[in-house]
C-alpha cells in the first residue's frame, strides 16, 4: 500500500474534557462511521482549536479510509470520503497517488481482504496499525484496468443497495397482504 499512497496518516482526538474542542465546523470522523459507503457528512465535528490542540489532521477527499481499531467487525473496514475531514487515531488514511492506483479500486480491494486484513491484528484487541496497512499487499493493474474493475464493482454495489433498500417496504407489504388473506380466510359466518 505504501508504494501507491502520497500520505498515510493516522487521526487524533482532542480531549474530550475540552467543550469548546467540540461542535465546531470541521468534519471529524470516528471508526464507527467507517462501514463500507463513501461518507459525505461526519455525525461529530470539532473546532479549529481543537484541531490544533490534537493529532487530528485534514484528510483531502477521496481518500480510502480504513478503521484499525474498533469493537466487534469495525476493525478492517474501509470508505471513502467524499468531503475533506479529520478522523481519530483509530483510522489509517490513505491518499492514493492517482499516478499509481485509482482510489476507488483500492477501495474495493480493501473490502475484499476484510478478513485477511482483521487476522493480521496485533495485540490484545488484535488492533492493525499504520505499519500493517502500509505494508498490506496490493496487486496493481494498468490504470485502465483498476478504474474498469472498480467501476463494475460500483455498479453491483449500488444495485445491491438498491434492492436491500426496497426489500423492508416489499417485506412489510408482503406482511400486510398476508394479514389481509389471513383474516379473510379465517373469518367465517356464524352458523345459525
Not at 471513502?80 to 490513505?94: M, R
Not at 488484535?126 to 474498469?148: A, F, H, M, T
Amino acid at each position: 500500500m505504501n508504494d501507491i499512497c502520497l500520505n498515510v496518516s493516522s487521526g487524533g482526538t482532542p480531549l474530550s474534557t475540552r467543550a469548546e474542542y467540540y461542535g465546531g465546523d470541521i468534519p471529524w470522523l470516528r471508526t464507527q462511521e467507517v462501514d463500507y459507503a463513501d461518507i459525505c457528512s461526519t455525525s461529530a465535528s470539532i473546532t479549529e482549536e481543537g484541531l490544533r490542540n490534537s493529532s487530528a489532521k485534514w484528510v483531502s477527499e477521496n481518500s480510502v479510509i480504513v478503521a484499525i481499531s474498533g469493537a466487534g467487525v469495525t476493525r478492517g473496514r474501509a470508505a471513502v470520503n467524499k468531503i475533506p475531514l479529520t478522523t481519530n487515531q483509530h483510522c489509517c488514511n490513505l491518499e492514493i497517488d492517482p499516478e499509481q492506483a485509482y482510489f476507488r479500486y483500492v477501495y474495493h480491494w480493501l473490502v475484499n481482504q476484510y478478513e485477511d486484513l482483521r487476522s493480521r491484528g496485533q495485540g490484545n484487541r488484535s488492533d492493525l496499525n499504520i505499519g500493517i496497512i502500509k505494508s498490506y499487499p496490493i496487486p496493481v493493474p494498468p490504470r485502465d484496468e483498476q478504474i474498469r474493475i472498480a467501476n463494475i464493482l460500483d455498479k453491483f454495489d449500488a444495485l445491491v443497495n438498491e434492492i436491500s433498500g426496497g426489500l423492508p417496504a416489499e417485506i412489510s407489504a408482503r406482511r400486510q397482504q398476508y394479514a389481509h388473506y389471513r383474516d379473510r380466510l379465517l373469518t367465517f359466518k356464524e352458523a345459525t
